[in-house]
Nanobody
Framework: QVQLVESGGGLVQEGGSLRLSCAAS????????MGWYRQAPEKQRELVAR???????NYADSVKGRFTISRDNAKNTVYLQMSSLKPEDTAEYYC???????????????WGQGTLVTVSS
């Protein structure tokens, strides 16, 4: 089994910063990519940022220049540094990993449980 555990959400004022973390654990052979998605009330889940194992990243236009995704391959952990936060960034943030499970060997897409980010104006 593989699981993702997120941390770092909370309440912050507009213009503030937060750092989210997501650690993958379990029977993992290889992680191809990890990313962050978010879902605001009554809206669809959307990609925020994603990082490939070899390094390339992509971001939603709405967060470019404000959010930075990074990854510690040795710890199977991905981070999302969020700065200049806006009320419209308020959402449940979910970590996702595309990986290869070790036993049995198979490709998996795994979601974390979510962490709430609330930005007050």
């Amino acid at each position: 089994q593989v699981q993702l555990v997120e941390s770092g959400g909370g309440l912050v004022q507009e213009g503030g910063s937060l750092r989210l973390s997501c650690a993958a654990s379990g029977s993992i052979l290889k992680i191809n990519s990890m990313g962050w998605y978010r879902q605001a009330p009554e809206k669809q889940r959307e990609l925020v940022a994603r990082i490939i194992s070899s390094g390339p990243t992509n971001y939603a236009d709405s967060v470019k220049g404000r959010f930075t995704i990074s990854r510690d391959n040795a710890k199977n952990t991905v981070y999302l540094q969020m700065s200049s936060l806006k009320p419209e960034d308020t959402a449940e943030y979910y970590c996702h990993a595309d990986l290869v499970q070790l036993s049995p060997v198979r490709n998996l897409g795994v979601w974390g449980q979510g962490t709430l980010v609330t930005v007050s104006s």
